[in-house]
């Protein structure tokens, strides 16, 4: 994290490094936009945690068959719910060991095929954060997103730069960081209501939600910065390159095309772990577990982000 910008604001006066504090302040300011943004969120939230609920009286549990319709319930809301919810969700596809397989599967669709905002404001969002026209940085740019994620969305690019060299353009979804931040407080509010609740009912539950969500905040409010997401990128790819790390590519930045909210990286042609073989995966975790215990302890920097 860049610690340098951690008073810096945004041209709204929302703060570019998270702080509770000052997001409180700032939409302590804006009830109207607060509440209607909470009224979503239960409106989301409480006809779902009903559904739940009501299976679990009737059955003294949630069915096997009912889990898919929840699980593309669940996938929906989330999606409407917007960036903040579908990070949530994101960080969720992942964990085998907390939700059954059809959640997992519908909760997977959120890695990289969330709705993407029309090329027109990307192309604007780009043009803005440069200070000019598209042509004077790109010769080409693919008519449509290769991929659409949480935060931002991902365009095949090449440069002009006399090589046409292929880039990925990564342009921040608009308003993310108001979306975000608004999000965020209205999370650590229910947060606030939840371990009061447990505290109340459940005092042998020791885990403190409010802290836990205040530390998985910083880590996501951070993503919002792409300027500190290219420097990581590049310590990693200096690190391996180095050491002569072989098996493993990490895309070279462009920084002079690089702002808070545009990242532009070299493209890479490949495909997700899932289509891989057997074979390949089995090569693959052999070079990955290297990498792993290189950054862990050759670099003592660990990019957490495949």
Avoid at 42 to 55: D, H, I, N, Q, W
Wanted: proline share 4%; net charge negative.
């Amino acid at each position: 994290i860049d610690k340098s910008s951690a008073n810096a604001l945004d041209e709204d006066g929302l703060p570019l490094v998270y702080d509770k504090d000052a997001i409180e302040l700032y939409w302590k300011k804006e009830k109207g936009a607060l509440n209607q943004r909470w009224n979503f969120f239960v409106g989301k939230a409480v006809p779902f945690l009903t559904r739940m609920t009501a299976l679990f009286i009737k059955d003294g549990k949630i069915k096997d068959e009912y889990i898919a319709e929840l699980s593309m319930q669940a996938r929906v809301d989330i999606q409407e719910l917007g960036p903040t919810f579908i990070k949530a969700g994101q960080m969720m596809s992942v964990r085998p060991d907390v939700l059954p397989p059809a959640t997992l599967e519908e909760l997977t669709k959120l890695q990289d095929s969330v709705v993407a905002f029309s090329t027109p404001i990307a192309i604007q969002q780009i043009e803005s954060e440069l200070g000019g026209p598209l042509g004077q940085f790109f010769t080409s740019i693919s008519d449509e997103p290769v991929a659409a994620a949480s935060l931002a969305q991902v365009y095949l690019a090449t440069l002009k730069d006399g090589n046409n060299t292929r880039v990925a353009i990564k342009v921040q979804r608009p308003d993310v960081l108001a979306t975000v931040s608004k999000d965020l407080y209205v999370l650590r509010r229910a947060a606030e209501v939840f371990q009061g609740l447990v505290e109340r009912f459940a005092p042998q539950q020791k885990t403190n939600y409010v802290a836990l969500l205040n530390e998985w905040s910083i880590g996501f409010y951070t993503e919002l910065d792409f300027v500190n997401e290219g420097k990581n990128q590049k310590r990693l790819r200096d690190a391996f390159l180095s050491r002569g790390v072989t098996g493993i590519t990490v895309p070279k930045v462009f920084d002079e095309y690089c702002t808070r909210r545009i990242l532009v990286s070299e493209w890479m042609d490949g495909v997700k772990l899932s289509t891989c073989t057997q074979a390949e995966i089995r090569e693959a975790t052999a070079i990955s577990q290297e990498a792993f215990l290189n950054q862990l302890f050759e670099d003592g920097f660990f990019h957490a982000d495949p």
